[in-house]
């Protein structure tokens, strides 16, 4: 069971925002550190794509973008396409044990 | 341009040790604020951190799997190793190298990361 919890799924039509949340605690997405989000398409690893409030390399469609509050993060992503159909992860550093944390990850399925 | 590649045995028996090694390329591991880092993913799941090094020789360790993990570096070679002892099927899971972003061993994303080795714990 992962330390941040995400839901296992979203969903949405072409065109359309959606948001993934990822929830965490004081000890972790509460804190002063940033909350970061890859993708990963099946069969390869990662990419990072927002780094706290920043798409993440150059070259991220500004389609993608972050926020947090309190001991809650989310991804938005605005005209959704097809291209964007990939499970999604959020990570944070948890200072309290000096260890990295990941979410559970989202499917997002473009319709 | 920053590179990362994984290596070691594709399949192990339980109870035995496995050691992954992390060849890498771009930057160095003697730069200060320099981390590299194991995360590995089970058939189906979601992803779990492991361990990082940095620079300094610095490492940290996920809490639930300390006992069973080291992790090392040979900056001459830009090399990161990873060792876990007492495999287990339900280690079973594609093991991922990560350089980690940022100027302080606190923090941070992984931001290049290698392709990943399989690596399948059965008797």
């Known amino acids: 069971q992962s330390v941040l919890t995400q839901p296992p799924s979203v969903s949405g039509a072409p065109g359309q925002r959606v948001t993934i949340s990822c929830t965490g605690s004081?000890?972790?997405?509460?804190?002063?550190?940033?909350v970061h989000w890859y993708q990963q398409f099946p069969g390869t690893a990662p990419k990072l794509i927002i780094s706290?409030?920043?798409v993440w390399p150059s070259g991220v469609p500004d389609r993608f973008s972050a926020s947090k509050s309190g001991t809650s993060a989310s991804l938005a992503i605005t005209g959704l396409q097809a291209e964007d159909e990939a499970h999604y992860y959020c990570?944070?550093?948890?200072?309290?044990?000096?260890?990295?944390?990941f979410g559970g990850g989202t499917k997002l399925t473009v319709l | 341009q920053i590179t990362l590649k994984e290596s070691g045995p594709t399949l192990v028996k339980p109870k035995e040790t496995l050691t992954l090694t992390c060849t890498f390329s771009?930057?160095?591991?003697?730069?200060?604020?320099?981390?590299v880092g194991w995360i590995r993913q089970p058939p189906g799941k979601a992803l779990e951190w492991l361990a990082v090094i940095f620079w300094d020789d610095d490492r940290r360790y996920s809490p639930s799997l300390k006992s069973r993990l080291i992790i090392t570096k040979d900056t001459s070679k830009n090399q990161v190793a990873l060792t876990m002892t007492n495999m287990d099927p339900v280690d079973t899971a594609t093991y991922f190298c990560a350089k980690r972003l940022g100027d302080t061993s606190t923090g941070g994303a992984y931001d290049h990361w290698g392709q990943g080795t399989l690596v399948t714990v059965s008797s």
């Open positions: 004081s000890s972790n997405i509460g804190t002063i550190y940033d």
């Open positions: 706290g409030n920043r």
């Open positions: 771009g930057f160095s591991l003697s730069t200060r604020g320099v981390g």
């Open positions: 990570q944070c550093y948890d200072p309290s044990l000096s260890v990295w944390v």
